[in-house]
């Protein structure tokens, strides 16, 4: 970060200056107590169970250079202090403000799935040719992308940030903050459909990332299934004028509708010996690539990339080899080993979509003794949950009957029972069900066998990296 003056924090977040010089500088913002050092500015965030102004007399005494509070019970003797009426409308409207310093290029990155890999994806690519700033591990919440716009300093060139959304309106709140110039829109799925209705209304909140586009705005959106029918109906252009420039990228057999509308698609995807191989189109050419993770979702995820990166001038070369050297982060697909058994962790999220995707890319690894999901409830579907879940079951059975088959599935949690239920009245697919991570631990080591691949996923609120976790410390005797 670059520093600041606490008189520019406060008239940035229009609040009163209670004690302090407002002559004195600020070259952190952190919303963790423990974070907070020497010249820093703690920004307390209420909770459901902690209210953080709590930690105002410690963080002074660390040193801090200012805080704000919306609770005036906080005087210090040191530092500064500035009131508001609410500290994450604060933070918010300071991070908008800061961005602001720098007239650079971002790019936003939305999507019911996805957003990670493919903001991680695109920020390799564009790091071939720019300086990038992106978005840590899952800053993308109302205070996580605020926190992230501090992050930016006169040598970076670029930026991308994930941006997720849970309620109405909080896009537009994420947009004022980031001012993105391009946009990515990974998928439409049903994450958050309690609370947002439908995927209709879904993608109509996600569309409002193009809402300050100019005229060189540029959204790069899937068109898998039925998404190029539902961007196109759904996506408020209006909220740019109609001055939006919109591509569609897809894998070319997931396509419904003229293959012409795609700018960018892929084709002839196959198992290579360390992940997906395909041929990417553009309109200038084609190229294959070779990816070092498995299943269809990453490449939509790399064609999302590769696609960004052609726009703002990467050769396309550098570009595939940036998405063909991309790893997953921790809990996101990370393939981890035991005892001769693989383990893919993706339990950082999920929802229907990602899960199918999952199952997808299991039943795509070539040379596998057995095939195990494990999964965990999906949660925030609402009133569709038991549908939604049943729907997985469904798939598993469709893609059993194709000679698809899992070997055995174990699931934790009271929504995901529904697809036990399903797969036990309608296939032979041995399904489990446990009460809780200890005893689904438990029953996974009692089933598993050298040679297996096993799929662990879930939302985030179920804990299944502490299972993977568990069986990771397995030691051969247990076996």
């Known amino acids: 970060m670059e520093p600041i003056t606490i008189g520019e924090v406060c008239k940035a977040v229009k609040g009163e200056l209670a004690w302090g ?60 202090g500035i009131y508001v009426e609410d500290t994450v409308q604060a933070l918010q409207d300071l991070a908008a403000w800061y961005r602001r310093r720098f007239d650079i290029p971002v790019v936003g990155v939305t999507g019911s799935v996805g957003k990670t890999s493919t903001k991680e994806m695109i920020g390799a690519v564009l790091e071939k040719k720019y300086n990038t700033l992106i978005t840590y591990k899952n800053m993308n919440s109302q205070v996580g992308l605020p926190l992230m716009m501090f992050h930016l300093d006169s040598s970076v060139e670029m930026a991308v940030f994930e941006m997720g959304i849970s309620i109405p309106g909080e896009m537009n709140r994420l947009v004022d903050i980031a001012a993105p110039e391009a946009a990515v829109m990974t ?30 705005g540029k959204l790069f959106a899937c068109g898998n299934g039925d998404l190029y029918d539902m961007i196109r109906k759904n996506i408020p252009y209006e ?21 012409g509308s795609l ?13 997906e191989i395909f041929t990417f189109h553009y309109p200038e050419g084609e190229i294959e ?33 940036a ?16 005892n001769g058994i693989h383990l893919i962790d993706d339990t950082y999220n999920a929802s229907p979509d990602s899960i199918r995707s999952n199952l997808r890319a299991l039943f795509s690894y070539p040379d596998v003794k057995r095939r195990i999901a494990v999964l965990g409830d999906v949660l ?51 399904a489990t069900s446990c009460k809780d991570n200890f005893e689904l631990a438990n029953a996974v080591r009692d089933a598993w066998r050298p040679g297996d691949w096993i799929l662990f996923k879930g939302s985030r609120g179920m804990h299944l990296d502490e299972v993977v976790g568990a069986l990771m410390r397995t030691d051969e005797e247990d076996l």
């Open 187 to 216: 998928n439409i799925g049903v994450s958050h459909i309690g609370n947002l209705g439908s995927r209709e209304n879904i993608c109509a909140e996600k569309g409002h990332i193009i809402r300050e586009f100019s005229d060189n």
């Open 21 to 80: 010089d407002p002559a004195g500088m600020v070259t952190g913002v952190y919303t963790d107590s423990r974070e907070v050092g020497p010249g820093n500015l703690f920004v307390p965030i209420i909770g459901a169970r902690v209210n953080a102004h709590e930690f105002i007399p410690e963080v002074l005494k660390q040193g801090a250079a200012c805080v704000i509070a919306s609770e005036r019970d906080y005087m210090g003797e040191t530092g500064a």
């Open 323 to 338: 998405v063909g050297a991309y790893k997953p982060l921790s809990m996101r697909g990370e393939i981890r080993e035991v």
């Open 239 to 259: 909220c740019c004028e109609g001055h939006c420039g919109t591509f569609f990228y897809g894998i070319k057999s997931e396509f419904t509708g003229d293959a």
């Open 263 to 275: 700018t960018y698609y892929a084709d002839n995807i196959r198992a290579g010996e360390n992940g």
């Open 380 to 430: 925030e579907l609402g009133e569709r949950s038991e549908e939604l879940h049943r729907s997985v079951g469904e798939y598993i059975e469709s893609e059993a009957e194709k000679g698809r088959r899992l070997d055995a599935l174990f699931t934790v949690g009271n929504e995901s029972e529904a697809i036990v239920k399903y797969l036990t009245e309608n296939t032979d697919i041995p």
């Open 289 to 321: 690539v070779s990816l070092s993770v498995r299943g269809e979702h990453n490449v939509t995820n790399a064609m999302a990339a590769l696609a960004v990166g052609l726009n703002y001038g990467v050769p396309i070369e550098a570009a595939a080899a």
